[in-house]
């Protein structure tokens, strides 16, 4: 495995460098003493039962656990409401006048305050809004919105009621929505007429009406007025209705939080996986919120008067747990950003920091490594000094990057919690506890507190430290994804059959001399472009669908700020001549298929693939041309000649 060799070197180059916290954020740290691994360790149950007490019940659960591999239940009996551990509690403190988001558009005059009060207010009027619109408990709810409030009320709202919703990345296309609808179903898609991206309209109105040309369920269409005149979109009579015209109606008027068993459905996200097909992971109530309740205050050392901001996108796990779920159920100040990082400015987010005294930052190596890129000066240009602690996820971070980080924009002092988590996980399970962990640049560190996590072989067994293998995690944890949506097999077979009882996270890693983990990438046809989880598979059968591709093979290549990037080989049907213009509208019919996301950086059209005597493409070797390296072994290679035309023309391809 080239890629775990080579994680394996770089790793070895800073496995020395240690950074302890410093003693004035240890003393004040919420956890500061490491007896707290041993308490969770020797007691799993008894230790997430006391991090359940920080939620409020409707009815206390019987039981922590309950189940065995691959379906486990947590805080058997409970009954609570994650909108009212979010929202509603709060305002009997005195945090009800506490701003719950601040919202900082695109635009950079836009920005909006709204309080735990204003949320809940809002957050009642969407709900209200969703059951006269004929949204019972149970039912499915789509959303598809840029970064904006009302993407957050939505969410709440059914939470509220008790109606799951499905976020849908605003950078998705029609057909990606469509299929996302059809899956689980949806009966109502809130979306809005438009987000701004880099001063662009992103037709998302206009998207949502194509992908509503194939979704039947789907009986109502919410549309927030944010980025057009209203007056300009088209609205398709009975089904869509404006969001501003529908909470006007519902005035004051409120709905009770539904009691929800435990295990009610909160919400559905769809991820890739090894198939052309997205996988719905399903997240249920109360182990959910207690294990982003638990992990937000711990691993951010979150404290009441912090102003916590995850610039992550919520149409990606991070934003669900660690923009609205993990922190509104702290009571935290939760920062949300419309817009890119370099609009209008390179210093964008640097100016957020500063304007809104923010003190911790979450954000992801990407884009980190493109902030070193464009230089110190822009960071230079603000007061940083706010921050206390900085966290990263999404990919692996390269040690260099991580020393930039804590070097401009930390200024040398704080702690960088890299935490290490999936869609399917629902929380970070394995990263530093910031008062606690000496951490080692590029290492997310070690397990969170009650979850075990090993490198194993082939074989399923442990693997001694400084070896390379698959990273699993023998014990359950509350946040887990319970199936997937419809596809309780799938789940079954993705992740636990490999090893039974273990749960199989799909990635790498090895453990130092000194236990810590450092995750070395994907083991399986899923790459990892700029922090976005895209299946190989998926953008294949993209091409194909194209008439002029007769088929096509994806590989990740590395990449110096997106970490990996999209190469593509395709083979057009015969007779079809190959020219620049195809390969460039090849890239864009992806970008179409999929979203821009997935678009290939790189594409070349090539008379054949290289496969096995069985058919089997050779990805590897495809990778090794890619990489420049010396071809692995070829010996199993149906067609010798293959590589050498595959080779020509990349070669051609490069200059
Ligand atoms: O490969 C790991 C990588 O991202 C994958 C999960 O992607 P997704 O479900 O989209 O969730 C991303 C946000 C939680 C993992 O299988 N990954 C995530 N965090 C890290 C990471 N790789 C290395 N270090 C991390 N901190």
């Known amino acids: 495995m080239e890629e775990l060799k080579k994680g394996t070197i770089e790793a070895l180059l800073h496995e020395e460098r240690r950074f302890p916290p410093g003693e004035a ?11 707290i691994y041993d308490k969770a360790g020797s007691d799993l149950e008894s230790f997430w039962a006391e991090m359940s007490e920080s939620i409020d019940w409707f009815t206390p659960w019987e039981k922590v656990l309950e189940g065995e591999a691959p379906s486990f239940q947590w805080f058997v009996g409970g009954k609570t409401n994650v909108c009212y551990n979010c ?43 969703l059951k006269r619109l004929g949204i019972e408990k149970g039912d499915r709810v789509t959303i598809y919105m840029g970064m904006i409030p009302e993407l957050v009320i939505a969410m709440l709202a059914c939470a509220r009621i008790g109606a799951p919703h499905t976020v849908v990345f605003g950078g998705f296309s029609p057909d990606a929505l469509r299929d996302r609808m059809n899956d689980c179903q949806a009966k109502m898609l809130i979306t809005a ?36 005149d209203a007056r300009d979109v088209e ?50 109530t109360g182990g959910y919120l207690v294990g982003t309740h638990t ?32 922190p509104l159920s702290n009571g935290a100040t939760s920062v949300m950003y419309e817009g890119a990082p370099n609009q209008p400015h390179k210093g964008r987010f640097w100016q957020i920091i500063e304007r809104n005294q923010i003190n911790i930052l979450y954000t992801a190596p990407t884009a980190i490594r493109a902030f070193m890129a464009w230089g110190k000066e822009f960071p230079e240009k603000f007061d940083l000094s706010s921050l206390r602690l900085l966290g990263t996820v999404g990919e692996p971070i390269n040690p260099e990057a991580w020393i930039w980080y ?53 074989e399923g067994v442990s693997v001694p430290h400084g070896k390379g293998g698959y990273l699993v995690l023998k ?13 309780d097999q799938r789940w079954q077979k993705v992740y636990w059959d490999k090893f039974p009882g273990y749960y199989l996270t799909g990635d790498s890693a090895r453990r130092d001399e000194d236990g810590y983990f450092w995750i070395l990438g994907r083991v399986d046809d899923v790459l990892n472009v700029a922090g976005h989880r895209i299946g190989t598979m998926e953008v294949e059968s993209a091409l194909v669908s194209h008439p002029d591709v007769a088929e096509a093979a994806v590989i990740g290549i590395s990449h110096e700020i997106k970490g990996q990037a999209i190469a593509a080989f ?86």
């Open 475 to 487: 014990k359950p944890w509350p946040a887990m994804a319970r199936t997937i949506w419809g596809d």
């Open 295 to 326: 992990t937000t205050k711990y691993v951010f050392d979150l404290k009441d008067n912090d102003t916590y901001w995850c610039a992550a996108d919520i149409g990606w796990v991070t934003g669900h747990s660690y923009i609205v779920y993990g």
């Open 406 to 458: 804590r070097k401009y924009i930390g200024y040398d002092e704080t702690p960088i919690v890299d935490t290490w988590w999936q869609t399917e996980t629902g929380m970070t399970l394995i990263t530093p506890l910031p008062g606690i962990t000496e951490t080692k640049p590029g290492s997310a560190t070690f397990p969170f507190p009650g979850i075990e996590a090993d490198v194993v072989d082939e």
């Open 25 to 35: 954020f240890r003393a004040q740290a919420h956890w500061n003493d490491k007896g």
């Open 193 to 228: 007429d438009g987000a701004w991206r880099r001063g662009n309209r992103v037709p998302l109105k206009e998207n949502a009406d194509e992908a509503l040309k194939g979704c039947p369920s789907i009986k109502k269409v919410l549309v927030v007025n944010h980025a057009a």
């Open 87 to 129: 929202v509603d509690r709060h305002l009997n403190t005195w945090r009800k006048n506490k701003a719950a988001i601040i919202w900082e558009g695109e635009k950079i005059h836009d920005r909006r305050v709204l309080t735990y009060q204003d949320l809940y207010r809002n957050v009642n009027r969407c709900a209200v809004a």
């Open 570 to 655: 395709a083979v057009l049907v015969s007779g079809k001549e190959g020219s620049k213009a195809l390969i460039e509208t090849l890239r864009k019919h992806v970008a179409e298929k999929i979203g821009a996301i997935a678009r290939p950086d790189r594409l070349f059209l090539t008379h054949e693939l290289p496969k096995t005597r069985s058919g089997k493409i050779m990805r590897r070797l495809l990778r090794d041309i890619a990489e420049g390296r010396i071809l692995s072994d070829t010996s199993t290679l149906a067609d010798s000649d293959v590589l050498e035309q595959i080779k020509e023309q990349y070669e051609e391809g490069e200059k």
């Open 235 to 284: 609205m398709e009579g009975y089904r869509d209705v404006w969001w501003h015209r529908e909470m006007d109606r519902s005035g004051n008027e409120v709905v009770e939080p539904e009691p929800l068993d435990s295990e009610h459905p909160l919400y559905i996200l769809y991820t890739s996986g090894t198939t052309g097909k997205p996988k719905g992971l399903l997240h249920t």
